[in-house]
């Protein structure tokens, strides 16, 4: 935001150096953005190119050298991590693994949930004001290049929120300032859209508030773990987290105990010995049935279930007439104990079944041997 404020307001020191920042420590991405603003301002001849470069030079090698710097002491290796991501997502194109969406999944489901009802006014503003269409032209750009990359995300173009929201504001502000010139139907409705529009826009987001609630079981997982075992937080349990978990809500924040050993080991088939170590799992899982479920119906209980967000249900009977619809996502599982005494038996009974095995080999090898001696004497008879 610090960027796009000093683009409009003309200060090209502070555009480049914030954008360096952005670019270089934070979202990679963004050079697109940020490309596309600096061309804007040579084609208008409001940044000389010499000048450009070399503030852009000197803001990239100041930022990267301080970012390396500063991230290899914490990490303990030499390393850029916003560099290893950009490499990561872009040329090895490997973040499609978290899944794909198609090319215009920004402007038919990402930016009409972004603004909501602001959509409506966007092009009355940039028709208003050319200033505006100046604002719209790199962002409507941005998200087109950028839907290229085949996985996506809301919070990939958030940035772009802010700059299509003034475009509805300025058709607003527009409406309120002439609102009683001339008196009339037309601008009492004009007045209406847009103070409904922004109660529309409260309520909407109101609504997902609700419903992205419900899209963190990992979180609520962890929760409810550190709740069933409260007093057993100085216990030297081992938890494994799994890759659902880990992707809707769990951090190092819900790690809430120093004694027991978080694991988000990754690649393990469900049933392992390794994963039958851990004292408790956190299963991503929708039944009991389910195959990765199988596998510990016989060696763990089930503490609880998490509820995850499934659909949004519609029903004009009742009201409000959306319905937020959840459905099992998460099992919270705990390894069966097994009393010392019980263990005892159970070893007895297993020595003693090695024992009966191991004498009648030892008979089988005896009759073996008397049956070859017997026809050896049988043979020297003849």
């Known amino acids: 935001m610090v960027a796009l404020s000093s683009w409009i307001r003309g200060k090209h020191i502070l555009l480049i150096w914030s954008s360096a920042i952005a ?3 934070f979202r990679s991405e963004l050079v697109i953005y ?5 061309l804007m301002e040579l084609l208008y001849k409001r940044l000389k190119l010499f000048r450009g470069l070399k503030l852009g030079f000197l803001a990239a090698i ?19 991590p916003e560099g290893e991501v950009l490499w990561f997502n872009t040329v090895l194109n490997k973040s499609s693994e978290w899944g794909t969406k198609p090319f215009l999944w920004y402007f038919y489901s990402a930016i009409p949930r972004g603004v909501a009802l602001s959509l409506l006014f966007i092009p009355f503003g940039a028709l208003y004001d050319i200033r505006v269409m100046r604002l719209l032209i790199p962002t409507l750009m941005f998200v087109l290049i950028y839907s290229i990359l085949p996985h996506k995300e809301l919070r990939f173009i958030i940035y772009v929120f802010p700059v299509l929201n003034v475009s509805t504001a300025t058709f607003c502000n527009k409406i309120w300032q002439t609102r009683f ?7 009492i409705l004009a007045i209406l859209f847009c103070t409904g529009h922004i109660i529309g826009n409260i309520v909407f987001t109101v609504f997902l508030m609700s419903a992205s609630n419900k899209n963190y079981p990992g979180g609520h997982a962890m929760t409810l773990l550190h709740t069933f075992e409260n007093n057993h937080l100085d216990a030297n349990y081992t938890i494994h987290i799994g890759n659902y978990a880990a992707q809707t809500g769990v951090t190092r924040f819900t790690q809430l105990s120093a004694h027991w050993t978080y694991s988000k080991k990754e690649n393990l088939e469900p049933g392992c010995e390794e994963l039958m170590s851990f004292t408790h799992l956190i299963v991503g899982s929708s039944s009991r049935d389910n195959e990765e479920m199988l596998h510990y119906r016989n060696t763990h209980n089930v503490m609880s279930t998490v509820q995850g967000f499934s659909h949004v249900s519609f029903n004009y009977n009742t009201f409000p007439p959306l319905k937020i619809k959840t459905k099992t996502q998460i099992f919270l599982l705990k390894k069966k104990v097994i009393k010392s005494g019980v263990k005892q038996n159970i070893k007895k009974i ?8 191991d004498s009648e080999k030892k008979i089988d090898f005896n009759l073996d041997l008397l049956d070859k001696s017997t026809k050896k004497n049988k043979h020297k008879q003849k």
Do not use: H, M
């Open 23 to 25: 670019v270089l420590i």
């Open 34 to 38: 940020l490309c596309i603003i600096i």
């Open 62 to 80: 100041t930022v990267l050298t301080t970012s390396i710097v500063i991230d290899s002491i914490f990490w303990g290796r030499l390393v850029w």
């Open 181 to 187: 010139k001339p008196k009339g139907f037309k601008n």
């Open 350 to 357: 297993v020595e003693e079944f090695k024992n009966e095995q």
